[in-house]
């Protein structure tokens, strides 16, 4: 018998006679273990036995797991022995990621992926389409799915109403088709895709396409590397449609409000230019990360006879061709823009307030993605399906010591290109502990620039550098706190987004807002994540602490993979499967 | 050595040194070598030893074929080796597949499937998307889109025309788009899948959905077994518009003539009611093989008072209700109409002017094409690009003798079925020598319904039958010859299609279609598929006795499939590749 199977059939034991101190056991004193709405109905990692065995305590007689078994050989390097790995619940089926070192766990995922009974039609169980037979009252595909979208929000109340229909709703919303969990997405634009399509010209995905896929239908083999806007537009118009998503553009949501008697929100929204109230059991804020602009207050603003905008609003550079234009900010949107605008002959100063980490796209995808979202890692079998759950498997609490090599990888292989930079006046980090991009992602959404073209700009000097606070705007001008005075036709603010409770605050009320507290970060405290520390981004994908209001989003990736576990806890409310929560997040900090 | 590798071997040997006489002394006496374009620039059968010794003394020293290899391990079964091989030739990259017995060749199918320097941007080769840096002449990719879309057909040649635009032409778009071929399709209707749209309500497609997929985006899981028409219409709309095809809807080709010396078509179209001149050096006829209604010539049909018009005109049940009926035919079109009439209420009788081979959709589907394009296909590694290239390395000539097994295996499953139909009056038939429905497709591609319930309502008696030739229409009735009168308020003429070079005579020229002959068929003597011998589908997706017309369409399984070796002689043409035609197909009937 091998280590895995032995440890496997040791915790299934202890397990299934309800023994959490001996299951807790066969954990190392430094260990993860990492729940994906399996035994928690929750995202949430605990650490060590005793945390664990706690957990067991509170969950065991009513999750009942069972049947842990591998489901492909263990690989084992370094010590370390990695199992690929199955169980079941009363609930549903699950799979997962185990490594033992020393035939004790180091760390373990345990991911819901279908609730017994309400299994996705998809292989074997697709639908059949046709209905073979003759008769009198049939309804077509066609007749079906009119009747769905003149009932759903009118006569038939959805289950779920999504706020924001970009590629997070749609995503989510492919899989609640799925389930059968009838759903409104309401987009404020006319069509899926318009968000991106309104973006500046120029912008294409920072990611590359293996990171990128959605649920259900993958890119093609020959999609593009990096998405250019419109054609990511076009993918999403096209995959709302045939995921046969009920998407209503061109509406606005204005108001919500729960009920916690009936357990329903009352849903404002005005739908080409029609007053509806939606009533769904769940509401999902799906705005993304970058939809609460930030939008500083400046002495003098008022004052000022040029254009001025946050960057989400930025038109594109065509009116600026030979116009001076100065970008508040050094991060990926400032870079951009000010590489847009030096395309088009605008005489362009970004300024840069506080120090920014900046990581080359071709490193970057071959150094930091390579391994598991790459042409090479698909060739090695990394589906995305597993490249998702490794990366999952990797715990909040250290995976920055897992990063920290890579970027000391990549700094070492753009020494040139960084001290360039340096000699150009640029101030440059790589987080406070030298982690690099995605960790000040996972922290604080923000502080990083994937550079796609800009930095040359920035070092040859062709994009001019400023430094400081912006003191404040005169009639054509922006002063700076040391003095400098930086004559302007146009003023771009990328001063960044602010937390999703925004939104919140915006449609439902500033209570249930800081109710709910910060949205995204770990509490690493590190610079805009304040501890104390949660172990998972707050408040993303699982409960909140306002009943039945939920936040989804993230870069692609995320909410590809993380959308699973949310249309399955919603799935499992609207079926009435006890959903207890272990853990549920406290809130520590209001935005 | 194996015997795969030793005859591999010797077959390069004999090949690389120019000796036919040798390489065709490894094959049978009995034994057929089907290649596609990769020897003949040509879908061409030979068979035996003296006729595969030809082809090769005509082909060899142009073809400069090496690099023989299988790409997997053998498979030995019944006395037959089989094995996937790859090879190479002065122009392109090759696979297939070799059957072996006795250390000699029985099979040998060769394709091509890539030219060399002109490979397709997949996988690591993929296009980038974005173009990193900064450059004030960038072009997005909208913009880029917006040009070709202002400039193709206007200022600048296309290199192919395809006209109509269903399934197959945009398969073949797809194909030409990722290999670099500035092509234009197209359709009288609007948009991508009206031609679905359009027909009746109830119509879903009748091959499974592992049957169906179209090249580079294959349906999801979720995926109906069955398509309905309108979510097919959906997926080819999207299909179009992500695969950036130059689709020109609401157009129609008015006529089309070819200058032999400029080697290009002036092609007249009305584009939205402009009139547009095209000058492809390619013309493609996608029209299907259903574009030529075959409307039968009938005394009194001038006076008929009622509603009449052929299978393909049929809008649907929804006006007939509680009206009388009489649908001339018994084929598929004939079946789905009469039950749709016969759901909504009319009185519905199908007149049986011959028999009709019946075969019901699930038995169809598990023991008819179960082996190669199902879910349990699929799980036993059976790609869909497998199934295609073994499914194409089945001789034609032979076809038949393994379809037989099969069709006398569902007769047996579903004898009591059939006993009924008989017994209801229908008259059955299996083909002319029992091999069934696909050998009838490849045949004269009619002459069968697959049942998804029209057959039970036959056999109970609610669809009327009667059989035998119409007479003549009265005012108010069909007469057949046997004096029976069928009152009518409708007669629906499902008879049939026409030869697809009657488009080339109605857009070309008479003199054309007559020097291009019959389209279809593989002369095998049988009804509607007269001799001689042709052992490929008649003038489909290789050269005609027209130069640069070809033909295009099938189902969606062929179409995917041949969409390929077209795509790939399209460009070996635009890239002045040489590309002598061996054996190119004689005509022997003109419709």
Same mark, same amino acid.
């Given at each position: ?20 101190? $001996? ?38 007689? =009513? ?47 345990? %991911? ?100 990128? =896929? ?9 999609? @593009? ?49 029609? %007053? ?58 400032? =870079? ?17 307030? $506080? $120090? ?38 990797? @715990? ?38 030298? $982690? ?86 770990? +509490? ?27 936040? =989804? ?29 272990? +853990? ?8």
């Amino acid at each position: 018998m091998s280590d895995v199977d032995r440890w496997l059939s040791d915790f299934d034991s202890a397990l299934s006679s309800g023994d959490s101190a $001996s299951a807790a056991a066969l954990f190392h004193e430094e260990s993860f273990w990492r729940d994906l709405v399996a035994f928690t109905w929750n995202l949430k990692t605990v650490e060590g036995p005793a945390e664990i065995e706690a957990m067991l305590d509170a969950t065991l007689e =009513h999750i009942q797991p069972s049947g842990w078994r591998t489901t492909e050989p263990p690989d084992t390097a370094d010590g370390i022995t990695t199992a690929w790995i199955a169980f079941e619940t009363a609930a549903g089926r699950g799979n997962g990621l185990l490594r033992l070192r020393d035939g004790k766990a180091w760390t373990l995922l345990t %991911a819901l992926y279908e609730l017994k009974g309400h299994e996705e039609p998809k292989g074997t169980h697709r639908p059949k389409g046709v209905i073979h037979g003759a008769d009198p009252d049939r309804v077509t595909w066609l007749e079906d799915r009119q009747r769905e979208a003149e009932e759903l929000g009118y006569s038939v109340d959805p289950e779920v109403v999504i706020v924001g229909g970009g590629q997070g709703a749609i995503g989510l919303g492919a899989r609640l088709r799925q389930l059968g969990v009838p759903t409104i997405i309401c987009e404020r634009n006319e069509r899926p895709g318009d968000s991106w399509r309104r973006r500046y010209k120029s912008l294409c995905l920072h990611d590359p396409v293996w990171y990128d =896929h959605l649920p259900y239908i993958k890119f093609p083999e020959n999609w @593009p590397v990096f998405s250019p806007k419109d054609k990511i537009g076009d993918w999403l118009e096209m995959y709302a449609r045939v995921m046969e998503l009920n998407y209503w553009g061109s509406t606005t949501v204005q108001s919500a409000s729960f009920d916690p008697d009936e357990e329903r929100w009352t849903v404002q929204v005005e739908r080409a230019g029609q %007053a509806i109230t939606l009533r769904p059991r769940q509401l999902v804020l799906a705005t993304g990360m970058s939809s609460q602009p930030n939008m500083p207050e400046i002495e003098g603003m008022s004052g000022f006879k040029g254009d001025q905008h946050h960057s989400s609003k930025h038109p594109g550079p065509d009116a600026y061709a030979g116009k001076k234009a100065v970008v508040i900010g050094s991060n990926n949107s400032a =870079h951009d823009i000010c590489a847009a605008l030096w395309e088009v002959g605008a005489d362009v100063t970004m300024v840069q307030r $506080s $120090s920014t980490h900046i990581v080359r796209s071709g490193t970057l995808m071959e150094i930091g993605l390579g391994a598991l979202y790459s042409e090479e890692a698909v060739a090695a079998g990394v589906t995305t399906e597993k490249a998702d759950l490794i990366f999952a498997s990797l @715990p909040y609490r250290i995976l920055h010591e897992f990063q920290i090599p890579l970027y000391d990888q990549m700094r070492e292989r753009d020494k040139d290109f960084y001290d360039r930079l340096e000699a150009a006046g640029f101030q440059l980090d790589w987080g406070e502990d030298g $982690s690099g991009l995605f960790m000040k992602y996972l922290r604080r959404g923000s502080g990083y620039y994937i550079d796609v073209g800009a930095s040359d700009l920035v070092a040859d000097g062709k994009i001019k550098l400023a430094h400081g606070k912006v003191a404040r705007l005169t009639d054509d001008a922006v002063e700076l706190e040391d003095g400098t005075t930086l004559p302007a036709d146009l003023v771009v603010y990328a001063t960044g987004y602010n937390s999703m409770n925004g939104w919140a605050a915006e449609l439902i009320s500033q209570d249930v807002a800081d109710r709910v507290g910060k949205v995204w970060g770990l +509490g690493s405290d590190t610079t805009k994540d304040p501890g104390p520390w949660e172990g998972e981004q707050r408040n993303m994908w699982k409960p909140t602490q306002q009943d039945n209001l939920w936040f =989804h989003g993230g870069n692609l990736h995320q909410s590809r993979h993380y959308s699973l576990y949310l249309a399955l806890q919603l799935k499992a409310r609207l079926e009435g499967i006890e959903t207890p929560v272990y +853990g549920l997040q406290e809130v520590h900090h209001l935005a």
